[in-house]
């Protein structure tokens, strides 16, 4: 589903983390040197939801044009994108949970039996909000009638 083109995520000019200034490091995908803090931007999770067997049920045309909007996405987005994957469907997922003895439950598939499931995520880094609306209201998902985007800012400690 979500088009598996990551850009490499730069440091901001004006930040030296041991190299020239705007150096970029790559270690295993995305990086940002873990110290260095824009605290002028916040980060949000873009939640992509939807009917999982209308997407299993996609068109090659329909398939081509989600994977294009994801890849308009990723390119509009720049530098402002850190990650993001498309996930297995569902019944994939291995949900746990502690009884009331404190004793591990492992349960295959979702937590909530629901007509819609996430597909996929990105994270990213704006300004504000609006910034990161105006970004995501071009995916597929928003208009495809079986499927939705949630923007939620991350909590950051």
Not at 25 to 41: F, K, S, V
Request: charged share 20%.
């Amino acid at each position: 589903m979500l088009a598996r083109l990551l850009p490499l995520v730069s440091i901001r000019r004006g930040v030296s983390i041991g190299g020239p200034v705007g150096s970029s490091y790559r270690m295993n995908g995305p990086t940002r040197a873990p110290h260095i803090r824009d605290y002028t931007m916040a980060k949000y999770l873009i939640l992509i939801y939807g009917d999982e067997r209308q997407w299993a049920a996609m068109s090659t045309q329909e398939r081509q044009r989600l994977d294009a909007a994801h890849r308009a996405f990723s390119e509009a987005a720049g530098g402002k994108l850190l990650g993001g994957h498309e996930l297995q469907p569902a019944p994939a997922a291995t949900t746990l949970r502690t009884d009331s003895a404190g004793r591990l439950s492992i349960t295959d598939g979702p937590f909530l039996e629901t007509k819609e499931a996430v597909g996929g995520y990105y994270l990213v880094e704006a300004a504000d909000l609006d910034e990161v609306t105006k970004l995501a209201a071009g995916l597929y998902e928003v208009s495809a009638g079986h499927s939705g985007v949630e923007i939620r800012p991350i909590v950051e400690h």
